[in-house]
């Protein structure tokens, strides 16, 4: 199944297939150290079998409407990932999840793809909340949700826990009425 949202001529999101595994477990690998402070499932990223579980679960659930989980793809290469992990319809919300080679950030890669991807959500999976999480400490990540205009709710105290060391999640979202672009 291919799935593709086009930003701009350099910047689509897509969905991965089994033949991007490779290049994604490679991508995971160059930027583990960073990956593995902030996101639960690098240290369990061992082998592009792992990647490709990962990424044939992401097409399943995304064909069942359950998550709409991407690859995001710039200069004719994967650079990251990003998306919704889990979509609740009952209460018409999603959150966003999201990273970045380490070098192509600082380039507004990932606020125009969840800039798209909220879009996505409002226009066509008819949400009526989109939540950003992050830990309190992860001032990148932090900066991506205040860039886009999403309130901040409070913290979360204590809610992950990443290699072994509990972090306070800051929770931001954002309401399809306060929603321009
Ligand atoms: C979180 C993460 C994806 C942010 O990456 P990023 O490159 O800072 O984010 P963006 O792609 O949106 O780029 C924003 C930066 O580009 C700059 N920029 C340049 N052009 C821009 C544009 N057109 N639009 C927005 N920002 C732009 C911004 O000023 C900002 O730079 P700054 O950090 O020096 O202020 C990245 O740090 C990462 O992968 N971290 C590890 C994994 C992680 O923490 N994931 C989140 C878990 S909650």
């Known amino acids: 199944m291919d799935f593709e949202i086009k930003i701009n001529d350099k910047l689509s999101v897509k969905l991965r297939n089994a033949d991007d595994a490779k290049a ?5 690998v160059k930027n583990r150290e960073e990956l593995r402070k902030w996101l639960p499932w690098v240290d369990a990223t061992i ?20 998550s709409a989980d991407f690859g995001v793809w710039y200069e004719d290469k994967w650079v990251g990932s990003m998306g919704y992990h889990q979509i609740d319809y009952a209460n018409k919300k999603a959150s966003i999840g999201y990273w970045l080679d380490k070098d192509h950030q600082g380039k507004g890669i990932i606020t125009e793809s969840v800039k798209a991807i909220i879009r996505y959500g409002f226009d ?45 999640g800051l929770l931001f979202s954002i309401l399809r009425r306060e929603w321009s672009e």
């Not at 994604?24 to 995971?28: E, G, I, K, R, T």
């Not at 082998?47 to 359950?66: A, M, Q, V, W, Y």
């Not at 992050?134 to 309130?151: D, I, Y």
């Open 24 to 28: 994604f477990f490679d991508l995971v």
């Open 47 to 66: 082998s592009p079998k792992d990647t490709e579980e990962f990424i044939l679960r992401c097409g399943e659930d995304f064909k069942n409407k359950k």
């Open 124 to 168: 066509e999976l008819n949400l009526n909340r989109i939540e950003i999480e992050c830990a309190s400490t992860n001032l990148k990540s932090r900066a991506v949700a205040e860039r886009l205009g999403f309130v901040f709710e409070g913290t979360l105290r204590e809610n992950h826990i990443v290699n072994g060391i509990f972090y306070d």
